[in-house]
């Protein structure tokens, strides 16, 4: 049998998207999800080249029954990261809602118990975001958007980060666990930290 991978599904946000896409490319047995929103955010920002330097396979929302989360009953992943997530996509998620590539992968994740790590881009009242071509803004999420990344967080085998450093913590912590259970069966960890 093959060795497990990541799945990794990006929404249609560019707050730590670049971060995100750096992360990546310390990574080793990834597969890439890009919402529809996403592939668009990817190429506004200019950040196309950044997603192909990860050398991982990119699947993009094409399908109406989102056909890739099949992969999930068929073993193919040991953890799912979402990162970015847009208040629409963690307001779904909150609510069980499964009607996209990303939303189908959360609820098949959590329907195989395939463990999730969600960055949440709306997690404090007041906060600086990228927009394309470098330019930073203030976002003050609403109230019902804390609510739901504050309902999230309670979902088992779920966890939501607040910050790069919190994300790529979970994400090497999960693999050093996986690392060790599997005897080195081919999970590979890079030590590469974003400063």
């Known amino acids: 049998m093959c060795a497990q991978r990541l ?5 249609g946000s560019g707050h730590y998207l670049r971060e995100s896409l750096a992360i990546l490319q310390t990574l080793q ?4 999800y890009l919402s529809r929103a996403a592939a668009e955010i990817i190429r506004q920002y200019g950040f196309q080249a950044q997603l192909d330097a990860t050398g991982h396979k990119v699947y993009q929302d094409k399908t109406a029954s989102s056909v890739p989360v099949e992969r999930f009953y068929e073993g193919v992943y040991h953890t799912l990261v979402i990162s970015p997530a847009t208040s629409n996509t963690i307001a779904k998620m909150a609510y069980g809602f499964s009607d996209s590539l990303v939303t189908n992968l959360f609820a098949q ?3 195989t118990r395939v463990d ?3 960055f949440a881009c709306d997690t404090a009242p007041e906060l600086e975001s990228e927009a394309p071509r470098d330019h930073m803004v203030k976002v003050f999420p609403r109230q019902i958007d804390l609510e739901n990344v504050s309902r999230l967080k309670l979902f088992a085998d779920t966890a939501v980060v607040e910050n790069m450093t919190d994300l790529q913590s979970a994400i090497m912590q999960r693999l050093v666990s996986l690392h060790d259970l599997s005897l080195h069966a081919g999970v590979q960890v890079t030590n590469h930290l974003i400063d």
């Open 7 to 11: 799945a990794w599904a990006i929404t």
């Open 116 to 118: 999730s790590i969600v």
């Open 109 to 111: 994740a959590g329907k």
């Open 29 to 32: 047995d990834v597969d890439i």
